[in-house]
């Protein structure tokens, strides 16, 4: 959709936007903790495609959770 008007707004469990793709959205982080967002493959995340997001006063070592598929 990139560029054009969304026709209507849904809630998804992931977002997984092709190359150089833009997508409008808000995330909703409502499981506290210390996470890794990024690429869906390992081999890519493991080489840098991801950002640790961390939640105010959470430790420990970031976990990555995986999506639940969605059809």
Same mark, same amino acid.
């Given at each position: 959709m990139d560029g054009n008007p969304i026709p209507k707004p849904v809630s998804v469990p992931g977002l997984? *936007?092709?190359? #150089? #793709?833009?997508? *409008? #959205?808000?995330?909703e982080m409502s499981h506290p903790g210390i996470r890794i967002m990024g690429d869906t493959a390992d081999d890519d995340r493991q080489h840098g495609m991801g950002t640790?997001?961390?939640y105010a006063r959470r430790e420990g070592k970031p976990q990555r959770v995986a999506a639940k598929p969605f059809h």
């Open positions: 997984w *936007p092709g190359t #150089a #793709a833009r997508v *409008p #959205a808000i995330v640790v997001v961390e």
